[in-house]
């Protein structure tokens, strides 16, 4: 994922935030302040119908409203919202709760209350929105229900709370205390357990919970028995539990002094606000984990407080509180996915069925299909199939993970076990890469194509291992002694990898990078790089390696001289960037690099770029000058099927100023610019707009240059033409203008020719047609025109 600030919002009179929260449901931004002061804000983004690319995050967001809500004079220190029945509660310091409604476009008092002997420190709706839990700092708790009125209260003696969840089913209450427990109550108010905390060591009162949050699993999980389940204490250190039961929860340590937590729209993210001391000054950070603790990212955030962190409804921004202002900051995921021979390939979750739904979308038929795993691990592609990596609940005798390679229809076509967690996958036209932390393997895999090829091979190495080639075809030769490979811990462990027909390329955390030539894996070259590698893919011939890091810099490697060309020495040659998230290079142009840069696009020929696109799609296929990008924010937040509105196409600019010229200038001028900056798309499009205007010796020249043997012989056929109508004629058949082609031979005298072309394209009723109007014709053409047209409506059952 990669996370960057895009959005600034201040407070009247500087006063300082104290807490926000985020609808989930319908966009709506609580903002509370001290004094008293109460906002709700939405942003709306403004989409621009004629810009295709502008969409997503993309899209400029502006303030639809910026209600100001009075009723609290002391400073507010909770707001929690009912998304089910559009409510917001709010509270202060002074112990007053607000529950407020919406009514005709703005925001409403509708019940208040006061208990005036403590502060409230927490509240919390249930999941279906029916109950709501208000816990005061002196240990009274109220459980009420949507409609005011109280259902139970209790007081619990010689405690200090400080957070309040419900379970996700509703039945249980979780309590957090000052002094760093965490109690267990059912929703009628019996006291079940206290939880088990592993994670804090002090045993001491001055540690206390500051975050603690409950994912209710009503969007799914990414992972089966994930944990769900947040605790996290003053000092950093916090714990991640799958159950209020769970005996080996993940342990993290931030190394901060937290503020506040919370999880994302899926459970997938845990965001973690608060400050940690750089360089003698504290700096507010955001920490990024996933569910099993994991560190992803980090965000640092200007200012001198920071207080929250809060999520949008699909997990693409978050806001956070930092002392007078509100920042928004976007978030790219990195979600699993591949584009195969025009087919999107995609995991989404699909509640309330268990498990990851991987979707199969052909966009050129707009055909949709879908297969279940239990849990994906990795997902990578190449030419017509895709390589999942998954992970099975029982672990068999051929192993715990699988590898299995699919078509574009989500045909299962071939599979291989491993005893190794795959982190990362890999594959090129004839092999498959899959590398845990230590190890990596090589596999042979088979296709309908290649089912006669040899035998299936399965190789297996260690990353400290320095492999020469040599031993391994004696291994081959010699299959009865064959060498185990190692799986021992490394110190250096791979975190991602990339391959193409001529090299396998796999990245260490450390930053080192290991270039390896295929078909026989010989480790020839390393390469350093300062950060840890996040992303790394090859140019179309093997001669460029492009890298992301964790900070989102990205920098092109020449490798030119692990294919046996001479390396680029020169300094000017290096391209850096920062604030990257995506990149694609063009798959007929080692020069050519797609860049995506925050919610612009920028196109690279070596090292200079050209004006960047507004854009927030993920690239799927950079060729022919033309650029195919998915929004995949939408394709995989929506339940419905996608269409053909979620992908957008960009052109290089180049081609933009080439379609410029022909449109305004003429065919020589275009021909010129086209001569300097030569491509054979380019010279494609000037010979066509040749054909146009029937300059026959433009279109040869320019069909030349492009190297289209076929279209040659086209123009070449056209020169033997005597007539300019036949000429005009097979003109608009080459631009499929098939109704002006059959006008232009009708009114040339030429019958055959109309009714040949409605012959060919097997529009049998239009055959019919022309022969009804007397057109001369053979009788066993008519005969067949109504068999194939009879035949046409038995195939739809009308009779």
Request: glycine share 6%.
């Amino acid at each position: 994922m990669f996370i960057y600030l895009s959005k600034k919002i201040a407070m009247p009179n500087n006063t300082k935030i104290k807490a926000i929260a985020w609808n989930k449901q319908d966009g709506y931004i609580a903002v509370g302040g001290e004094n008293g002061l109460l906002k709700v804000l939405k942003l709306d983004s403004s989409i621009d119908p004629e810009a295709t690319s502008n969409r997503g995050l993309a899209a400029s967001s502006n303030l639809s409203m910026n209600q100001t809500l009075e009723g609290h004079n002391d400073n507010i220190r909770v707001l929690v919202w009912n998304e089910s029945h559009k409510k917001l509660t709010t509270s202060d310091e002074n112990g007053v709760i607000i529950v407020w409604m919406l009514y005709k476009g703005t925001w409403h008092e509708e019940m208040i209350n006061n208990r005036k002997k403590s502060t409230v420190v927490g509240m919390a709706w249930s999941g279906d929105g029916q109950k709501i839990c208000i816990i005061y700092e002196d240990g009274a708790v109220i459980v009420g229900c949507v409609g005011g009125n109280r259902i139970w209260g209790k007081e619990l003696k010689h405690v200090k709370l400080s957070g309040v969840q419900w379970s996700p089913d509703g039945k249980l209450l979780l309590f957090s205390l000052k002094n760093g427990e965490v109690h267990l109550y059912d929703n009628q108010g019996n006291f079940v357990m206290c939880i088990n905390i592993v994670c804090d060591d002090t045993k001491l009162d001055t540690n206390p919970i500051v975050g603690l949050d409950w994912y209710n699993g009503v969007d799914g999980y990414t992972f089966a028995f994930c944990p769900n389940l947040a605790i996290l204490f003053d000092d950093g250190k916090g714990q991640l539990m799958r159950n209020e039961s769970d005996t080996d929860p993940v342990v993290i340590n931030t190394r901060m002094k937290v503020v506040h937590c919370s999880w994302n729209h899926n459970g997938s993210l845990l965001a973690i606000s608060g400050k940690q001391r750089l360089d003698e000054k504290e700096v507010n950070l955001v920490q990024f984990y996933s569910p099993f603790g994991e560190h992803l990212r980090t965000l640092k955030v200007p200012g001198v407080s920071i207080s929250c962190c809060v999520w949008e409804g699909g997990s693409l921004r978050v806001a956070l509180a930092v002392d007078s202002f509100v920042y928004f900051a976007n978030i790219r995921p990195d979600y699993k996915w591949c584009y195969i021979k025009k087919t999107v390939v995609f995991a989404s979750c699909k509640p309330p069925k268990p498990g990851i739904c991987l979707s199969f979308w052909d966009t050129t038929n707009n055909q949709y299909h879908t297969r279940w795993v239990s849990v994906l691990l990795a997902l990578a592609g190449h030419g017509e199939y895709c390589i999942v990596a998954t992970r099975s609940e029982t672990e068999g005798s051929l192993g715990k993970y699988n590898l299995q390679l699919f078509n574009t229809l989500g045909t299962a076509v071939d599979a291989k076990y491993l005893n190794i967690e795959p982190i990362a996958v890999a594959m090129n036209s004839y092999q498959v890469f899959a590398a845990s932390k230590n190890n990596f393997l090589v596999w042979h895999y088979k296709t309908p194509k290649s089912i006669t090829v040899g035998a299936v091979r399965c190789k297996m190495f260690h990353i400290d291992d320095n492999p020469s080639g040599a031993v391994e075809i004696i291994q081959e030769l010699d299959s009865m002694n064959a060498v185990p490979v190692s799986t021992h811990d490394t110190i250096d462990p791979i975190c991602c990898l990339t391959a193409t027909d001529r090299c396998l390329i796999i990245g260490r955390e450390s930053g080192l990078i290991h270039y390896y030539t295929l078909p026989h894996i010989v480790l020839t070259n390393r390469y350093k790089n300062a950060v840890r590698p996040h992303k790394m893919t090859v140019n179309c011939n093997s001669t460029r390696l492009a890298v992301i890091d964790v900070a989102g810099v990205m920098t092109v490697t020449d490798i030119s001289e692990g294919v046996g060309r001479p390396k680029t020495a020169a300094q000017g040659n290096k391209l850096e960037r920062k604030d990257v998230w995506a990149m694609c290079w063009a798959s007929d142009n080692p020069q050519l690099l797609a860049v995506m840069e925050k919610t612009r696009m920028y196109i690279f020929k070596g090292i200079y770029p050209e004006e960047p696109v507004a854009c927030s799609g993920y690239i799927c296929n950079f060729n022919d000058l033309e650029i195919q990008a998915v929004l995949l924010d939408e394709v995989v937040a929506s339940h419905d099927k996608p269409s053909n509105d979620h992908i957008i196409k960009l052109e290089v600019k180049s081609l933009r100023d080439t379609r410029q010229l022909l449109e305004k200038v003429g065919i020589n001028e275009a021909f010129q610019f086209v001569e300097d900056n030569r491509h054979p798309r380019l010279w494609r499009l000037v010979a066509e707009a040749a054909l146009k205007e029937l300059d026959l010796t433009m279109a040869e020249v320019c069909f030349v240059r492009s190297n289209d043997y076929a279209k040659i012989n086209f123009v070449k056929k056209l020169k033997e033409m005597k007539s300019e109508a036949i000429r005009r004629a097979k003109v608009a058949i080459y631009f499929k203008n098939f109704d002006e082609a059959e006008k232009i031979a009708m009114e040339a005298d030429r019958s055959d020719m109309a009714l040949n072309l409605r012959e060919t394209l097997g529009d049998w009723f239009r055959v019919i047609q022309i022969l009804k109007n007397g057109v001369p014709a053979p009788d066993h053409l008519l005969k067949t025109a109504y068999n194939c047209t009879a035949d046409y409506f038995a195939h739809f059952n009308n009779w």
